[in-house]
């Protein structure tokens, strides 16, 4: 192999990582959203919504209506402020490539239950 050719070989490896689904990295800045959301996107506790497997496009656009305050709310405004471009679109990234919790519905809960 000549040393061109082993380049070229190396390049194909590093597109074909990128370009995988699962390749995405862990932005430190999920811990923050932990908190509520989960590390995974599963959210902690029912008032907080899920992330996981949501689109990507979808949680910037969120993030950027928090930020812009087209979408108000008093704690995402405050948590998306402090986020640049490059914090969005990779935790956009993280939480769209985390496996969606499955949603079974108790039908024994909530306003719609049959007493
Ligand atoms: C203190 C709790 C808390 C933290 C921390 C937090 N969030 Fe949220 N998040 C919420 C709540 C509550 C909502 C629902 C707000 C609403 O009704 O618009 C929400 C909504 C969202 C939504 C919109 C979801 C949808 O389905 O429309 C996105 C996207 C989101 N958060 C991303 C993040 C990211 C990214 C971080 C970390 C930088 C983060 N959040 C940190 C509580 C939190």
Redesign the pocket.
Known sequence: MTTKNIVLAGLGLAFAASAHAEGVAKPD?VA??A???GENGVALQP???N?AG?QASY?EH??HGYQSGE?K?P??GA?ASG?GEADIKQ?AAW?SQQPAKDYVPDVDAGPTAKK
């Open positions: 800045k923050v959203c908190a509520c959301h008032i907080y919504p992330l949501q949680i969120a993030l979408r709310n704690i995402m948590q986020l935790l939480f």
